[in-house]
């Protein structure tokens, strides 16, 4: 099938002119006598060319459609997968949109967790109550102070929740 695809596509249809050239002749020109003797080897061969030339006609037609189906859905797939990179490139950006500001959100959690837990422990909190919720205050401080769990255990727990021990 790939020798088809050197022959012109004119030659296919130039066999076919000629087999029919070649058949009529035996038809016509029976009155010259070489011709008359070799009439049916004439139209025998002639029907063959043309049968021959109509079938290859039809295989290069068949052949450069087929291709041309090919081609255009290659292209069509190639445009598809371009614009997936397209969407896709317009989605990783969305996505590291929404990562950082999940980040930011993260961080400024983790700062507003930290200053609370800071103003435990500078016992700023004591400036702000007055009354006897002061006192209240104050004894937690001191059952804090006089706590039965280690100190570096504390330490951890507040580190972690300073967000110092997590992570990047």
Known sequence: MWLINFLPGWFFHLMIFAGILGYVASVVLTFIPSVNLYKSVIRVFSTIVIVVGVWFAGVASGTATNEDKWQARVKEV??????????????????????E???????????????????????????????????????????IERCPVPKELLDAHNAAAKGEGMKK
């Not at 190639?78 to 990562?99: C, F, M, R």
Request: net charge negative; glycine share 4%.
């Open 101 to 143: 500001e999940n980040d930011k959100l993260r961080n400024q959690k983790a700062k507003t967790v930290t200053k609370y837990i800071d103003s435990w422990i500078t016992k700023e909190i004591l400036r702000e109550v007055e009354g006897p919720e002061r006192v209240r205050i104050e004894q937690v401080i001191e059952y």
């Open 78 to 99: 190639e445009a598809k997968v371009i614009k997936a990179q397209g969407e896709s490139t317009e989605l990783n950006d969305k996505l590291s949109a929404e990562q």
